[in-house]
Nanobody, 123 residues
Framework: QVQLVESGGGSVQAGGSLRLSCAAS????????MAWFRQAPGKEREGVAH????????YYANSVKGRFTISQDIGKNVVYLQMNSLKPEDTAMYYC????????????????WGQGTQVTVSS
């Protein structure tokens, strides 16, 4: 039984920083992909970043390049999303997801999802 639990969301001012965490349990594969997605009210869910667990390769959406960093703590099976220079347009519910197929920012490839954590950026 795979479970993903996000934490670290909250409210910050524009230009501030926040670090999200995703704790994964029940994944038996030695290699898989973990990603962060976000969805604002009335908007379509969009991919933010992903990381290959087993290789460490990362990928970022253009909207967050240079500001966000995805990383992993292998021993704890935890993936982080460090968010710097936050903007009001970053406001959304952030979801952690895992895929045992390919590493992409396409939701169709993700098998498991967390419940989400809210990030609100005010000006």
């Amino acid at each position: 039984q795979v479970q993903l639990v996000e934490s670290g969301g909250g409210s910050v001012q524009a230009g501030g920083s926040l670090r999200l965490s995703c704790a994964a349990s029940g994944i038996t594969y030695s290699s898989y992909c973990m990603a962060w997605f976000r969805q604002a009210p009335g908007k379509e869910r969009e991919g933010v970043a992903h990381i290959y667990i087993g290789g460490g390769g990362t990928y970022y959406a253009n909207s967050v390049k240079g500001r966000f960093t995805i990383s992993q703590d292998i021993g704890k099976n935890v993936v982080y999303l460090q968010m710097n220079s936050l903007k009001p347009e970053d406001t959304a519910m952030y979801y952690c997801a895992a895929s045992v197929r390919w590493c992409t920012l396409n939701t169709e490839f993700y098998n498991y999802w967390g419940q989400g954590t809210q990030v609100t950026v005010s000006s």
